[in-house]
């Protein structure tokens, strides 16, 4: 039932946009069968009218559909961008903090896109990822590799 929910907007509009077509080749049809102009300006204007109101809606809401859609893929990619940018951040902060001698190497953990892994562990072997620290990757939501459990303590032998 969720799910239907975020198309509602573009096939309600679809169907608003049919159905004032229709209402509008309605009234062509009815002023059609009268003979006299006097008759058919009545036809024209409620039948035209309606349905002309019926499609402009039906537009605004496709296309309020479509602004919706567009902001909310645009806002998870920002949120991509943004954690991206995060990791990214702490890991240049762990290298600089190692650089100078206050990092220690046992601290040091491979960033993946949702786990963290020790730099040993053989499902990040050959892959370009951030470094950073167990404490960084917790604050960065990832949680650890059920494998190589670099949360544990190091002196836990494998």
Same mark, same amino acid.
């Given at each position: ?46 039948? &035209?009218?309606?349905?002309? !109101?019926?499609?402009?809606? *039906? +537009? =605004?809401?496709?296309? @309020?559909?479509?602004? #919706? ?23 240049? &902060?762990?290298?600089?903090? !190692?650089?100078?001698?206050? *990092? +220690? =190497?046992?601290?040091? @953990?491979?960033?993946? #896109? ?43 032998? #494998?």
């Amino acid at each position: 039932m969720q799910r239907s929910w975020p198309k509602l907007g573009g096939q309600l509009g679809m169907a608003c946009i049919g159905i004032g077509f229709i209402v509008i080749g309605l009234a062509w049809n009815g002023a059609a069968g009268v003979d006299f102009v006097q008759g058919q300006v009545p036809y024209l204007l409620s039948g &035209g009218a309606f349905g002309l !109101a019926l499609v402009i809606a *039906g +537009a =605004a809401l496709v296309v @309020v559909q479509n602004s #919706r859609r567009d902001r909310s893929m645009l806002e998870g990619q920002l949120r991509e961008l943004n954690t991206a940018v995060a990791r990214l951040a702490n890991a240049v &902060g762990s290298i600089a903090a !190692a650089g100078n001698g206050r *990092g +220690a =190497a046992t601290d040091e @953990v491979v960033m993946g #896109r949702t786990s963290f892994h020790r730099p040993e562990c053989h499902l990040v072997a050959g892959k370009d990822l951030p470094l950073g620290t167990v404490e960084s990757a917790m604050e960065d939501g990832l949680s650890p590799c059920r494998i190589c459990e670099p949360a544990a303590a190091p002196a836990r032998s #494998r």
